[in-house]
């Protein structure tokens, strides 16, 4: 017997009762089925007291049972063949016996499944089925033969799911078969009824009596089994999908909602849970697209589900912190990021607990000896930088979180900052990361420099270099040395210029705190140890040190002409201590700090004369001189405090010198001034020269001008909306010598200009030659951008492609050319656009009749195929198909340079596909 042929029949047979009539459904049935039955055994053609829809789904149950074991039978043949004949043809199952079951289950369902759940359980098949809607519902059925149709065919479906041949259909419609089983498990049974109750009741009406509750409580059991077991067997984003589906059926019973959401956290807490819901939600991950959606799944895992929370975050924190490492999926890292910033919105303590002490765990040391190997601590680092390096702010957790681990990350710095490691670019930015937050700056130097020790900030930690490049940590660290620890913060903050500012702050506070400190330690009633004594003399040279590094920076001594008076101060407690302390055998070594304050101060004096505010420095004249006095002082301070008094005194004759010098520079101002005249002119051509006055400015990179560019930059706007075609060319070359400074607003106002010409073109002198010009003019900026015209690719590509739709032949060769270029730009990271971009190549080689637009397309057909390579075929498959038939179509064209241009397209599609079959396979071994 022939189980795949009866099964055709069966189907075919029946797909004709619903092209015929729905209004004699079960006689057309019966008629169906009293044919097929000529193919069936006699125990199957007897069958009695079924109604025809009941004996349809046994006869398909005998029919689909034979087929499960015909597969059954057909691998055991295939596991007992010799190994020599492992290829055997076992073609038994194919595409239309797959059809005929695919439909067989819609039947089962329609007539066995769907009629029979409660309202609100599971999704409406009339939106995948269109023949549900020809089906009518079946009537006089009892409570208890819909339970055991429903009984029936649930067990059906989960036989053919049990069958790995059949259970690819099966799975096309399992969320009707997991919404029967929740019923079947989960839906609350009516409570059995007394004797007494049960006399008042219709004889017609369902009695619950106490020995069917408990058939029907037993046989929930037996169901709940089946529903773990198929839940089990199912992949994960399929049971996360339909249970989802089912979930958010609008009037959905308040049972269903509850059970099906205990299930989704319980898969959700699995291994795996929360990649196959992401899997499960995001198709085809485009993060253009998808941002809502990311947002509302990490608020999603980010709330507390269940009554065990942390059981819970125990479950899904580690999952999120995988992610970072995960290849699973393109964008895993702002996934995770995304996560962890809902949950820290959440709930900042379980964030703090189950994420970020996680992660600093190897940075948490507080034994002397105790090693992280440099799998844990690149891990930790690595993890740490892709979660506070964000760009996009709603990513971004506070580093106040981090705080606690800012001494360790420092002491890892320390010992790498001069090395090739590559954890140093990580650690230096999060260590600029932690410095942003200004009411914790001064407090972390403290704390870098060795000046507090308290913890707060975490421990210093010692490390050593591992064997694959990496670093490890050893323990702790009791010896601090001062002068590396100046060295590697000056080099951390040396390229900022607020950090510098406010280090050569903390550091004038510092000495001037230490300077009277240590003359107080000096009186006979404080104590301290040869010990101490050696560590606050290695504490202050190496303050010394990094305060005299600072100073001769640029930024420092700028800094210092606008507000010297912090400096001045410093100078002054310097001579007090001096003074009170000074020793003629140590003089030299005590007031080595005042050489370097007072040449700071004359540094300023004599290269900064020009901004510096002289009055600040008439009281610290006074106060120089003062101190001249003083007989004790050596003869090198003495000769020195004179030239800080010289400078001062003739600061305003210096001025005055360099004044004349500067007036002969002013002429730079006065031809920007002179350009503003002329564009606030009533003639046109002396407005037109002013605009090209400023653009000379702005090329020749004039210093005046370009510190106004915004102002230049909104005065070309203003003139792109002329009707004089000089002034309006005036204002395009204008905004192209601007782009460099306004990338972004330039290109954007440049091809809207340029995708509104055709209708200026209508009522106004602009040519069509202009529209050509400004495409040529944006390509050429694209160019001079260079990789940043990644950021503005999307307008520039849909201005292109809105080109090649013009009207006139000229124009849509220009965008074709314009948008080939753009490509190589671009160097080909098209993404999504590209299918655009050849859909609009073939259409121009379908249907237009100009020689020069269609070989301007297959120009731009011929750099994409060089520009993809051996992504040629892995992109945009059919599309390229189309496009491969078109290019074949025009070989015989009457235009020779198509021709030509034809050729060399089918070259390029000829070599990839050479370069790509012959190809020799290459052994790599990867070490890790």
Same mark, same amino acid.
């Given at each position: 017997?022939?189980?795949?042929?009866?099964?055709?029949?069966?189907?075919?047979?029946?797909?004709?009762?619903?092209?015929?009539?729905?209004?004699?459904?079960?006689?057309?049935?019966?008629?169906?089925?009293?044919?097929?039955?000529?193919?069936?055994?006699?125990?199957?053609?007897?069958?009695?007291?079924?109604?025809?829809?009941?004996?349809?789904?046994?006869?398909?149950?005998?029919?689909?049972?034979?087929?499960?074991? !015909? *597969? $059954? /039978? &057909? +691998? =055991?043949?295939?596991? #007992? @063949?010799?190994? !020599? *004949? $492992? /290829? &055997? +043809? =076992?073609?038994?199952? #194919? @595409?239309n016996h797959y059809h005929s079951v695919k439909i067989a289950v819609e039947f089962i369902i329609l007539i066995g499944i769907k009629p029979f759940l409660l309202p609100g359980v599971g999704i409406d098949i009339h939106k995948l089925s269109p023949i549900a809607s020809t089906i009518t519902e079946e009537k006089d059925l009892s409570c208890l033969e819909k339970y055991e149709r429903l009984c029936f065919s649930t067990h059906l479906l989960l036989e053919l799911y049990d069958d790995l041949h059949l259970r690819p259909?099966?799975?096309?419609?399992?969320?009707?078969?997991?919404?029967?089983?929740?019923?079947?498990?989960?839906?609350?049974?009516?409570?059995?009824?007394?004797?007494?109750?049960?006399?008042?009741?219709?004889?017609?009406?369902?009695?619950?009596?106490?020995?069917?509750?408990?058939?029907?409580?037993?046989?929930?059991?037996?169901?709940?089994?089946?529903?773990?077991?198929?839940?089990?067997?199912?992949?994960?984003?399929?049971?996360?999908?339909?249970?989802?589906?089912?979930?958010?059926?609008?009037?959905?019973?308040?049972?269903?909602?509850?059970?099906?959401?205990?299930?989704?956290?319980?898969?959700?807490?699995?291994?795996?849970?929360?990649?196959?819901?992401?899997?499960?939600?995001?198709?085809?991950?485009?993060?253009?697209?998808?941002?809502?959606?990311?947002?509302?799944?990490?608020?999603?895992?980010?709330?507390?589900?269940?009554?065990?929370?942390?059981?819970?975050?125990?479950?899904?924190?580690?999952?999120?912190?995988?992610?970072?490492?995960?290849?699973?999926?393109?964008?895993?890292?702002?996934?995770?990021?995304?996560?962890?910033?809902?949950l820290y919105d959440y709930n900042p303590h379980i964030c703090q607990k189950y994420i970020i002490e996680v992660v600093c765990a190897p940075l948490t040391v507080k034994e002397l000896h105790v090693i992280f190997s440099e799998i844990e601590v690149e891990r930790c680092v690595d993890i740490l930088a892709k979660c506070?390096?964000?760009?996009?702010?709603?990513?971004?957790?506070?580093?106040?979180?981090?705080?606690?681990?800012?001494?360790?990350?420092?002491?890892?710095?320390?010992?790498?900052?001069?090395?090739?490691?590559?954890?140093?670019?990580?650690?230096?930015?999060?260590?600029l990361k932690i410095f942003e937050e200004e009411t914790t700056r001064e407090k972390l130097y403290s704390a870098f420099l060795g000046h507090d020790t308290s913890g707060e900030f975490g421990y210093y930690i010692t490390s050593e270099f591992g064997s694959t490049g990496g670093i490890k940590i050893t323990g702790l660290n009791k010896n601090l040395d001062y002068e590396k620890l100046a060295d590697t913060i000056f080099d951390l903050v040396s390229i900022s210029k607020d950090l510098s500012l406010s280090l050569f702050r903390y550091m004038l506070n510092f000495l001037s705190n230490i300077?009277?400190?240590?003359?107080?330690?000096?009186?006979?009633?404080?104590?301290?140890?040869?010990?101490?004594?050696?560590?606050?003399?290695?504490?202050?040279?190496?303050?010394?040190?990094?305060?005299?590094?600072?100073?001769?920076?640029?930024?420092?001594?700028?800094?210092?002409?606008?507000?010297?008076?912090?400096?001045?101060?410093?100078?002054?407690?310097?001579?007090?201590?001096?003074?009170?302390?000074?020793?003629?055998?140590?003089?030299?070594?005590?007031?080595?700090?005042?050489?370097?304050?007072?040449?700071?101060?004359?540094?300023?004096?004599?290269?900064?004369?020009?901004?510096?505010?002289?009055?600040?420095?008439?009281?610290?004249k006074t106060f120089l001189e003062d101190h001249l006095k003083n007989l004790n002082m050596s003869a090198q301070l003495k000769a020195l405090i004179s030239e800080v008094v010289a400078c001062i005194t003739t600061h305003d004759s210096r001025i005055r010198t360099e004044r004349r010098y500067y007036q002969d520079l002013s002429s730079l101002s006065d031809k920007f001034d002179q350009a503003l005249r002329d564009l606030a002119d009533p003639l046109l051509p002396v407005r037109a020269h002013g605009l090209v006055e400023l653009t000379k400015l702005i090329e020749t990179k004039d210093s005046y001008a370009v510190a106004r560019n915004a102002i230049i930059l909104r005065l070309f706007e203003e003139n792109l909306k002329h009707e004089d075609s000089f002034i309006y060319l005036a204002s395009i070359n204008g905004l192209?010598?601007?782009?460099?400074?306004?990338?972004?607003?330039?290109?954007?106002?440049?091809?809207?200009?340029?995708?509104?010409?055709?209708?200026?073109?209508?009522?106004?002198?602009?040519?069509?030659?202009?529209?050509?010009?400004?495409?040529?003019?944006?390509?050429?900026?694209?160019?001079?951008?260079?990789?940043?015209?990644?950021?503005?690719?999307?307008?520039?590509?849909?201005?292109?492609?809105?080109?090649?739709?013009?009207?006139?032949?000229?124009?849509?060769?220009?965008?074709l050319s314009c948008l080939a270029e753009l490509c190589k730009v671009l160097n080909y990271r098209l993404g999504n656009v590209l299918t655009e971009i050849l859909y609009c190549i073939i259409c121009i080689l379908k249907s237009d009749k100009i020689?020069?637009?269609?070989?301007?397309?297959?120009?731009?057909?011929?750099?994409?195929?060089?520009?993809?390579?051996?992504?040629?075929?892995?992109?945009?498959?059919?599309?390229?198909?189309?496009?491969?038939?078109?290019l074949r179509n025009l070989r015989d064209d009457k235009d020779p340079v198509l021709q030509l241009h034809v050729q060399l397209a089918f070259e390029e599609i000829d070599r990839i596909m050479r370069d790509l079959l012959t190809e020799l396979p290459t052994f790599r071994k990867r070490i890790s």
């Open positions: 017997m022939d189980y795949n042929e009866i099964l055709s029949k069966l189907i075919y047979n029946a797909k004709f009762i619903f092209i015929d009539s729905v209004t004699n459904f079960d006689d057309k049935m019966t008629q169906m089925i009293q044919k097929v039955k000529l193919h069936l055994p006699k125990d199957m053609q007897c069958i009695e007291n079924l109604s025809t829809r009941q004996e349809y789904l046994h006869i398909l149950a005998y029919v689909l049972r034979g087929i499960k074991q !015909e *597969n $059954i /039978n &057909v +691998d =055991t043949e295939n596991i #007992n @063949v010799d190994t !020599e *004949n $492992i /290829n &055997v +043809d =076992t073609a038994f199952f #194919n @595409v259909v099966v799975l096309l419609r399992v969320g009707f078969l997991m919404a029967a089983l929740l019923q079947l498990s989960h839906a609350p049974l009516a409570k059995p009824l007394d004797k007494v109750q049960s006399m008042n009741l219709n004889s017609q009406e369902f009695h619950m009596t106490t020995e069917e509750y408990q058939r029907l409580h037993d046989r929930q059991k037996v169901f709940h089994t089946k529903l773990i077991s198929l839940l089990s067997n199912c992949p994960c984003n399929i049971c996360f999908r339909e249970l989802m589906l089912i979930l958010g059926v609008q009037n959905a019973p308040r049972w269903l909602r509850k059970e099906t959401l205990n299930y989704l956290i319980k898969m959700l807490m699995e291994s795996n849970g929360v990649s196959s819901l992401i899997a499960t939600i995001y198709d085809n991950f485009d993060l253009g697209v998808d941002w809502r959606k990311l947002d509302t799944f990490s608020q999603l895992i980010a709330a507390t589900h269940g009554k065990n929370v942390d059981k819970y975050y125990k479950a899904i924190c580690p999952q999120i912190l995988d992610m970072f490492s995960s290849d699973k999926f393109k964008h895993g890292s702002i996934i995770a990021n995304c996560c962890i910033k809902s506070f390096l964000t760009e996009d702010s709603k990513f971004n957790v506070p580093c106040k979180v981090i705080l606690y681990v800012a001494t360790p990350l420092f002491c890892l710095y320390d010992k790498i900052h001069e090395s090739a490691c590559t954890l140093k670019t990580n650690l230096r930015q999060l260590l300077n009277k400190w240590n003359y107080e330690i000096e009186q006979p009633k404080m104590l301290e140890t040869e010990v101490d004594k050696i560590e606050r003399i290695m504490m202050e040279l190496a303050a010394h040190k990094l305060l005299s590094q600072l100073a001769s920076t640029s930024i420092v001594q700028d800094a210092q002409v606008k507000n010297p008076e912090p400096l001045l101060s410093f100078i002054k407690s310097l001579f007090t201590e001096y003074t009170k302390n000074r020793s003629d055998k140590t003089e030299e070594n005590k007031c080595e700090m005042l050489y370097i304050s007072l040449m700071l101060i004359k540094m300023i004096l004599l290269e900064k004369s020009a901004s510096i505010k002289i009055d600040l420095f008439k009281d610290f192209c010598a601007l782009a460099t400074a306004f990338p972004e607003k330039v290109i954007e106002t440049l091809m809207l200009e340029y995708i509104d010409m055709p209708k200026r073109a209508a009522i106004s002198e602009i040519t069509i030659e202009t529209r050509i010009k400004l495409g040529e003019i944006l390509v050429k900026t694209t160019k001079a951008l260079g990789e940043m015209s990644v950021v503005q690719k999307n307008i520039l590509l849909n201005g292109f492609l809105c080109a090649i739709r013009d009207a006139d032949p000229l124009v849509r060769a220009s965008g020689p020069e637009c269609r070989r301007a397309a297959v120009l731009v057909a011929t750099l994409l195929f060089r520009g993809l390579d051996r992504d040629l075929l892995s992109t945009c498959t059919s599309d390229m198909i189309d496009l491969y038939r078109e």
